[in-house]
């Protein structure tokens, strides 16, 4: 069975502490900027929540305010446009859940898009409600409308890609999922956990 979680909201529709996932959702799910994070017992969400320090185990770890059971996702380019890779990941551990080889000509937008969908799919197939990271806001976007607004020319070239894209928009058409796709913070999180690093 596992450990019951408390979850802080610093950024939300209504800060506080809540006791379960469902609650914190609420809160969170579509909030630009959200800033949340899950802690093990009351008094250390109580503390965390009024800015004190956690225990010395959580020191280190104090200004992160994003969900460690969580998939996170990136799309690796070489040349923009240019060869594309995407994965997903668990955010807490950085183990590969899902990645797709690549195709040879694509745009990192698109990759992020696809990353996300797929991980979506990943996610609905577990019945998961798990939130998603990715630190695209124009693949955010896209996956919002449920539409690839990408300005590269499709042709015999590009086709692999846009047939992808195309699949991704109809699977996002057809499903409703309820997994919070949130904005990773680089500038105080550090890269995303499923980053390539190629920068």
Known sequence: MAKKKYYVV?????PGIYSSWAECEKEVKGFPGASFRSFLSKEEAE???????TT???KQNSNQSYVEDSVSVDAGSHGNPG???????????????FSHPGVDM????MGEFLAIVHALAYLKEKNSDKPIYTDSG???NWVKKKKANSSLKRNK?????????ERAENW????????????WNTKEWGEIKADYGRK
Not at 83 to 97: A, H, N, P
Not at 157 to 165: D, F, N, P
């Open 157 to 165: 070239e590009t086709e692999e890609i846009w047939r992808l894209v």
């Open 56 to 58: 010395p185990s959580l």
């Open 106 to 109: 694509g745009t990192n937008n």
């Open 10 to 14: 610093w950024k939300g529709r209504k």
């Open 172 to 183: 996002l058409k057809k499903n409703e999922w309820y997994n919070p796709i949130l904005k």
């Open 138 to 140: 124009t693949a955010m």
């Open 83 to 97: 060869f594309v890779e995407y994965k997903g990941v668990c955010t807490k551990t950085g183990e590969v859940l």
């Open 47 to 53: 503390r965390a929540f009024k800015g004190e320090s």
